[in-house]
């Protein structure tokens, strides 16, 4: 799943006529960059959730696109504005998609750039396999968030409460299960479209130790601003 609903408030003027993702970094819309990277990975059948200027979202990529040498993708969106007159939130927004996603599955922001990270089958069978329902990957703090999000312990657990903390990338694998009771009280699909963040559920299921991470030292952006923008795509 590629999260593609947000405003983008702190990017305007840009975003008052394009939504987020489709910002270009270096020749191609940004949620271009993590689409690619699933396809090179073999990941093929993706849910885009929109919301703003959506339409433009799914009339750049349509139901399926191929991009470069990568295999073809197969589209479907999950229209947040059409369906509830906004987007949902992180959560909301997956939980909404929950019925079009697998047992285990990615799930990326449409507005981080990271060029280096690969989506691999390999971390897909690891996790299926320690029974943890989340895996998160955390990145040194940037100057925007220097105190970090979460912890990371020497066992590979993400943690709550630690003297050193990383940032959250936005790329994580989650377990479908992580979306119910206890953590979760939204039915699946979503249908009343209740907004709801990530980061409480997330931590619910870290303080029982079901949240794993490691870390992600690759190039990294969080595209937030139009100065991030510009820095991204000033030659070097």
Same mark, same amino acid.
């Given at each position: ?149 979460? +912890? $990371?312990? *020497? ?6 409460? @630690? /003297? ?8 994580? #694998? %989650? ?17 009343? +479209? $209740?907004? *709801? ?6 931590? @619910? /299921? ?8 490691? #870390? %992600? ?20």
């Amino acid at each position: 799943m590629i999260l593609a609903a947000g405003r983008g408030e702190r990017m305007r003027p840009l975003t008052d006529t394009t939504p987020k993702p489709l910002l270009e970094v270096r020749g191609k819309p940004l949620m271009q960059w993590p689409m690619e990277a699933l396809a090179a990975g073999g990941f093929t059948q993706l849910v885009v959730n929109t919301d703003w200027l959506g339409e433009q979202i799914s009339g750049r990529f349509g139901p399926e696109s191929q991009l470069g040498e990568q295999r073809a993708l197969s589209i479907s969106y999950s229209d947040e504005g059409r369906d509830f007159g906004g987007a949902l939130e992180t959560a909301g927004g997956i939980v909404r998609a929950l019925p079009r996603l697998g047992d285990i599955f990615w799930v990326a922001a449409g507005d981080v750039f990271a060029p280096d990270f690969a989506f691999t089958q390999a971390s897909v069978e690891r996790f299926a396999a320690s029974g943890k329902l989340a895996h998160l990957w955390l990145v040194p703090n940037p100057p925007h968030n220097p105190k970090g999000d979460f +912890g $990371l312990s *020497a066992e590979g657990l993400a943690l709550n409460s @630690a /003297a050193e903390k990383y940032t959250f990338s936005t790329i994580g #694998l %989650y377990r479908a299960a992580l979306f119910s009771p206890p953590y979760c009280g939204i039915p699946a699909g979503n249908p009343a +479209g $209740l907004k *709801a963040p990530l980061a409480p559920i997330l931590r @619910a /299921a870290m303080d029982n130790e079901l949240v794993s991470a490691e #870390l %992600y030292t690759g190039q990294w952006t969080d595209v937030g601003t139009p100065e991030r923008l510009l820095q991204l795509n000033t030659p070097r």
